[in-house]
């Protein structure tokens, strides 16, 4: 873990936090600092001791986007064959819940990589935006896909084709953050959601993961089946069994996490 250069990981009970560490640069997102951030977050995901991740930034800057510098000189023919950023979408295949703690500037590649998470919670002065166009780019790592799911078309066109950005209140009206707190609480807010989701059954968690994802990927029926499934099989846990047994007996439950 401590081979990072891009990134500081650490571990606090059964919550892994990972902060972006690139200060001089916004934290802009270089192919160095996606694949140690992927890195981290699949070992986590391996770690049946980790319940939930916490993925943040500075207080300036949560990431001002992929890294324009390391992009300019690149060509089509590079940007294609080596597949550039495509790092981000296997970000998106980690089952363990996800949360971005977000304040300052989450731009771009950034907003991206919030979106990424399953949910995000924003200081006071979080920004978000698509500001890609400005470059003469249009954003790569599913900003269009994700910011229209989020916060509907009218919202997700005008970003998108001005390059304006939002504020935390817009982007908590618009449904694109759970939530707003003072830039100093970020972290204790973020840590507590997370505890909380790790103090669930792991497994448990990652269905319904999976279930509210597949509500983005489907019909409404295929939606509901799949959930069906899912819900059934809760009943094959320890977990299950556990957790209505400690509500029967008034007491709290103890996950064994299977
Ligand atoms: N890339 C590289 N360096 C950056 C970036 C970035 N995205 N953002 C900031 N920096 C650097 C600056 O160059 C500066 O470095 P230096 O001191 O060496 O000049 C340092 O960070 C501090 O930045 P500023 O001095 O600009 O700080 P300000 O507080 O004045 O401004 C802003 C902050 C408004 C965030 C400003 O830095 C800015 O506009 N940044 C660029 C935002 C942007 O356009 N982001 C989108 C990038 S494109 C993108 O994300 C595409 C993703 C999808 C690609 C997928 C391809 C397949």
Redesign the pocket.
């Given at each position: 873990m401590s081979d990072y250069q891009n990134i500081l990981v650490k571990e606090q009970g059964r919550v892994g936090i990972i902060t972006l560490n690139r200060p001089?640069?916004?934290n802009?997102?270089n192919a160095a600092l996606g694949a140690e951030v992927l890195a981290a977050a699949q070992a986590f995901d391996r770690d049946p001791g980790i319940g939930a991740i916490i993925l943040t930034g500075s207080e300036r800057?949560f990431a001002?986007?992929?890294?324009?510098?390391e992009?300019a000189p690149r060509t089509y023919m590079e940007?294609y064959t080596q597949d550039?950023?495509s790092d981000w979408d296997r970000l998106a295949a980690v089952r363990t819940p996800l949360i971005a703690a977000v304040a300052g500037?989450a731009?771009?590649?950034?907003c991206?990589l919030a979106m990424i998470c399953d949910f995000i919670i924003a200081a006071e002065n979080a920004k978000f935006g698509q500001?890609?166009i400005?470059?003469g780019?249009i954003?790569?790592?599913g900003?269009t896909q994700r910011l229209a799911r989020a916060v509907g078309k009218a919202k997700a066109m005008e970003m998108v084709l001005t390059g304006r950005t939002m504020d935390a209140a817009e982007a908590e009206r618009s449904g694109l953050v759970a939530r707003i707190v003072p830039a100093a609480d970020l972290m204790e807010a973020a840590l507590a959601a997370a505890e909380t989701i790790a103090g669930m059954s792991k497994p448990i968690a990652l269905m319904a993961k999976e279930a509210v994802n597949i509500a983005f990927e489907t019909s409404l029926a295929e939606g509901v089946h799949v959930e069906r499934r899912l819900n059934h099989s809760c009943f094959a846990t320890e977990d299950q069994k556990e957790g209505m047994a400690a509500f029967i007996e008034k007491r709290p439950p103890v996950f064994a996490h299977r």
């Open positions: 001089e640069a916004l802009a997102l800057a001002a986007g992929a890294d324009i510098k992009m940007m550039f950023f500037h731009l771009g590649g950034g991206e500001p890609e400005r470059l780019l954003p790569g790592m900003g």
